[in-house]
């Protein structure tokens, strides 16, 4: 099994309602992101997947968050931005950009959200 891994990042804002402690105030953070891949097989010319569109797929989706307060967005209207609700976010939206890119059949199989360099929420399916 091969697995390659695109990474970009995003700054924004939140605040976690409900939450006991700092993150229930206005806070933010250069989330790192990382997709990772899988494929059992090589194309005919060595690669599981090009990285160029990989890494185009994540940026495109990146952007709707960048620079931005995530609370305001529609999808945290109904759940809190948490680490773990932004990973599991990005997952669906990948997985919908996927569907028109030929990738040579490698498939999604994680979601890193990394807030901070000691703390990531990972989320797969």
Known sequence: MYKLIVKDKFD???QI???IGKCAGLHGH???VEAVFSSDHLDAIGMAADFGILKAILKA?????DHTYLNDLIYF????PTAENISSLIYSKINEKLAGEDINGAKLTEVRVWESPTACSIYSE
């Open 12 to 14: 924004s804002a939140h």
């Open 77 to 80: 209207k109904v759940v809190n």
């Open 17 to 19: 309602h409900g939450h």
């Open 30 to 32: 250069t989330w790192d």
């Open 61 to 65: 989706v990146l952007e709707e968050f």
